[in-house]
């Protein structure tokens, strides 16, 4: 007789990325020659840990009181600073005028999402997610009584609206409420980026959905935001179209210190709401400092503290602005070597524009990565696709891959 409570007993981690990756780190320490394509980290063309010159002298930079003692559980003012003038960049004047903003810190994105789904979905509500997903979306649904509906994420290599909007007006009706999970850009794992005319028809839909008092909370899960082939400008200026929002609209952003700053092992992150309505906001800071008490009492003050000193200092931001352009650059030429050579060996991928991964359609996964792996290549099967992390290999490692992978799709 187990000892679980009742809806704890089905609960097992199903998700083999942590755990392939972690065969794949100890097979590659035993032979260098192995390709790891598994963890979504970022690593350097000779094959280490990219971590950014700016943060670490940040990190040296900070006393033991801000490395080692308690954070407040919403994180200082420093800390809500520094990620609304990051985030807003050349628009923090205009948001801190037409909007409303709170900023809850959270264990990495992952808090992010959880705390979201705990206060925005009533017990046996469904979160909107996207047909291709980070699995760990559902496990936050499932963690906080919940469940999920999903949409299909395209309409040929476009985004599928249509869907999106169907999939809204069916959550409408059956729970009163909306809550649509957007990861963009560089989309996990697909790397699809939405277009500003996507972007635009998307809170478009939302307006028409809440028009008659409807709550919707969109959660913009922005992890992969400042590995955007266009830069910093084309995504800051898809977040203005927030302003236009109607004031029965929340939008909650997850932002995630892991990737921006490479501070995976760190866990620091953040929700940064937004709404042109302030009792939302205020709502919001209340109910998500409740429950952040409750599941994880405060984060690292350390990671706080670095985001902080990096960001608010003029010397060290431009010094990782320019740090973060080269790391966005190699990874763009590895993204268009990889497509490349799959385009050349007839290798199809899912629509893909930037990011850390780039995702193939396969009947076999299972079978196919195992062949892989006698070839001394570790990658993710995921459902019916291959997931293939380009952030962690080299630019060759990406040219030589597709050949590699379609000769083993045939073996199958």
Known sequence: MTLLAKRSIIKEDKSNIITLGAIAKEEKKKDPSVINATIGMYYSEDGKLVTYDSVNK?????????????????GSKDLHEALKRWVFREYYDEFMKNTFVSVMATPGGSGAISNTFSNYLNENDKALLPSY????????????????????????????????????????????????????????????????????????IINDISADGTPVILLHDMAYIDYDYRGFEATRNNL???????KNVLVVLAFSGSKTLALYGVRIGAQIAISTNKENVDDFARANKFSSRAKWSNTTNLGANLIAKVILDDQRRAKFEEELDFARNIL??????????????????LPFKCGFFVTIPCDNPDEVYKKLVERKIHIIPMGNVLRVTISSISINDCKKLPMVIKEAMKWH
């Open 240 to 246: 203005r179209l927030y302003q236009k929002l109607n």
């Open 133 to 204: 997903m980070w699995g760990n979306y559902k496990q936050f649904a499932y963690e906080n009584y919940a469940s999920f509906d999903t949409y299909e994420l395209f309409d040929g290599d476009k985004l599928n609206l249509n869907d999106i909007k169907n999939k809204m007006e069916l959550h409408k009706k059956t729970q009163g409420r909306v809550l649509l999970v957007i990861n963009d850009p560089c989309q996990n794992p697909t790397g699809y980026t939405m277009t500003n005319e996507e972007w635009k028809e998307l809170i478009d």
């Open 332 to 349: 763009v030429t590895r993204a268009k070597t990889f497509i490349e050579e799959a385009n050349k060996v007839g290798l199809k991928t």
């Open 58 to 74: 940040a990190l040296n930079a900070l006393t033991d009181d801000e490395k080692y003692a308690y954070a407040s559980t919403p």
